[in-house]
């Protein structure tokens, strides 16, 4: 356990409250909840240590992409059981959540949900079925993998609010693998009915640069 989470315990169970234990520590609030939403965590979802992260920037973002100033998720077939995403998300995307979630970008759990939106017209609920893979912050791609051959999958980017609902913040197009003669080993994916998930009226209307209509910033954090 890390030296902060032990000091947030010990001022939790003296009974403060999230604010009192940010301001004793000099901290901020959105901080210390994060903490504490990694603490509830499995211990497979630990947070990535230096190495770990430099080990997986340097598979996941050996290829750079050129950025345009628009807020993109872009998902690309690798082969009948693999996909490649790479996503750019501007400042003023960035800007928004941290105003919805009360907290700064980079406390915020980043987390890719892949879903199987075959034969049917996704509207984000409806998913035979979707897994989650958990990215570090720094990554701007990522590969996919243990997924069927001639299926249709579509991925968000998005984040965990502290009672873990999933919060999504782009959406990439459906794309559909190739065939295979052989079936993909899968032993290891861990496939999930879907779930609701949240995405606020505000961003459907975002556009990367201007905000329109009535904006519900709920804050769930």
């Not at 059981?81 to 941290?98: C, G, M, N, Q």
């Not at 409806?126 to 299926?151: C, M, P, T």
Request: aromatic share 12%; with cysteine; charged share 25%.
């Amino acid at each position: 356990m890390n030296p902060l989470l032990q000091k947030i315990l010990g001022l939790r169970d003296q009974g403060l409250t999230h604010q009192e234990i940010a301001d004793e520590l000099q901290i901020t609030i959105g901080r210390v909840r994060y903490q504490l939403y990694r603490k509830s965590q499995p211990e497979t979802n630990v947070e990535l240590n230096e190495k770990s992260k430099e080990q997986m920037i340097q598979l996941h973002d050996a290829e750079v992409h050129p950025n345009y100033g628009e807020d993109q998720l872009v998902l690309l077939p690798q082969g009948p059981a693999s996909l490649y995403a790479y996503w750019e998300i501007t400042d003023d995307r960035k800007k928004l959540v941290e105003e919805h979630f009360s907290c700064s970008w980079g406390v915020l759990p980043k987390v890719l949900r892949v879903y199987d939106v075959t034969d049917v017209y996704f509207n984000g609920n409806n998913a035979h079925y979707y897994k989650d893979v958990q990215i570090h912050d720094l990554a701007n791609n990522w590969f996919v993998n243990e997924l069927g051959s001639r299926r249709n999958y579509c991925l968000d980017y998005g984040t965990l609010t502290l009672d873990g609902r999933y919060f999504t913040i782009l959406r990439s197009d459906p794309v559909q693998l190739p065939a295979s003669e052989i079936q993909p080993w899968r032993e290891h994916a861990t496939w999930r009915r879907p779930a609701e998930s949240i995405e606020p009226e505000w961003l459907r209307d975002f556009t990367g640069y201007t905000l329109h209509g009535g904006a519900d910033r709920r804050k769930l954090w």
